[in-house]
């Protein structure tokens, strides 16, 4: 067991049958985080109500692209340094199946 597995039992502990994921620790700033993403999004619902022009809505547009590419930059380094590490330390295949997984969401990513 991890020193993070370790950690995540008690109240604050995961819901998922225990597994403990790389975001963990950081979840009320990343929810937090979300929340403000949420408020640009409304935001941007609220220029179109008002018909506001279109330039401005396309920078607005852009900021809650550029927030939602950090969030998911964030989440990928904790799912490196946790989730990736973690298997790594385990050895076998598991740790290709991890380096894969990663590699596939940076594809992801990088076509957004």
């Known amino acids: 067991m ?3 597995e370790a ?3 008690g109240a604050d502990a995961p819901h ?4 403990v994921h790389g975001y ?3 979840k009320d700033e990343h929810l937090k985080r979300l929340r403000r993403i949420e408020g640009q999004i409304r935001g941007l619902q609220r220029l179109v109500d008002e018909d506001v022009y279109c330039i401005d ?3 607005q547009v852009s900021a809650s692209t550029k927030a939602l590419q950090s969030f998911a930059l964030q989440l990928l380094e ?3 340094r946790h989730c990736v590490a973690d298997a790594a330390v385990k050895g076998g295949t598991e740790i290709d199946a991890k380096v894969e997984e990663a590699t596939k969401a940076i594809a992801r990513l ?3």
Request: hydrophobic share 25%.
């Open 78 to 80: 904790e799912h490196l």
């Open 110 to 112: 990088l076509r957004t």
């Open 7 to 9: 950690e995540g039992s």
């Open 24 to 26: 963990h620790h950081q």
């Open 57 to 59: 809505i396309l920078t």
């Open 16 to 19: 998922d049958g225990g597994a």
């Open 2 to 4: 991890t020193t993070i």
